[in-house]
């Protein structure tokens, strides 16, 4: 079994009937939903509420009950993946566009849990470019006051053209290298008209699980 399936396939221990997970969007969390859609054939009574449109696809592929969250007050729990993960369990998110939805939902929910396989984890942050979402209107002059913060901001491309979020936006991958102080940088990005969200995480993760030689291994806040 490789990592990824190793460690989003792990992460069902923590769901139980009953409750209200937030599903999250790429190729670790994908083992998470189809092990969920499994146990869901098998009668585990749970809703989801996904972080974009393509797990959406997926978890109704799989049986899984979707809600709204406009239906609902707050998530038990939310499981997600993760670009980077440092040890104080701070993360860069974002590499598949979902990080603004996945940040509302993690955020809603009592506990978030992280699925990362080895590649992930780092001393520290910005190795990995920070994606951060940003309005089509205006995107050079964001793109510049981006940049002020010490980066090298890059549009996101997609065959050809410029990336679309589920929220119809663009994305900007910001290359910063090092990030020093992830909140600090959180909120000084989230403070530039243009910025909708960006691809830092900071303690929100309640627990990390990840593999190390081969083992996995948790991380809880
Ligand atoms: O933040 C994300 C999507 O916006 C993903 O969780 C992150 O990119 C990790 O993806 P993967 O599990 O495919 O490596």
């Known amino acids: 079994m490789n990592e990824k399936q190793l460690v989003g396939e792990k992460a069902v221990e923590y769901i139980k009937d009953g409750m209200v997970v937030g599903l999250g969007t790429g190729s670790t969390v994908y083992y998470t939903i189809k092990k969920l859609g499994e146990l869901v054939k098998g009668g585990l009574k749970i809703k989801g509420v996904p972080t974009s449109e393509l797990t959406a696809a997926l978890a109704n592929e799989e049986g899984i009950p979707l809600v709204d969250l406009k239906e609902i007050e707050a998530l038990d729990v939310a499981i997600d993946g993760a670009d980077q ?95 020093e102080s992830p909140a600090e940088l959180e909120m000084k990005l989230n403070m530039i008209p243009g910025v909708v969200e960006n691809g830092l995480f900071v303690n929100s993760a309640s627990r990390v699980i990840t593999v190390e030689n081969n083992e996995v291994i948790e991380s809880v806040k």
């Not at 951060?132 to 913060?149: H, I, N, P, W, Y």
């Not at 996101?156 to 410029?162: I, L, S």
């Open 85 to 179: 993960v440092d040890s104080h369990l701070n993360l860069i998110k974002g590499g598949g566009g979902a990080l603004l939805r996945e940040k509302i939902i993690a955020n809603a929910a009592s506990i978030f849990i992280v699925v990362a396989d080895s590649s992930k984890v780092v001393n520290q942050l910005g190795a990995f470019p920070l994606p951060v979402e940003v309005v089509q209107f205006g995107v050079d002059m964001t793109s510049r006051k981006v940049a002020c913060l010490g980066c090298v901001p890059k549009l996101r491309v997609r065959e050809g053209q410029p990336f679309i979020t589920d929220n119809g936006n663009y994305i900007l991958d910001c290359d910063f290298k090092r990030i």
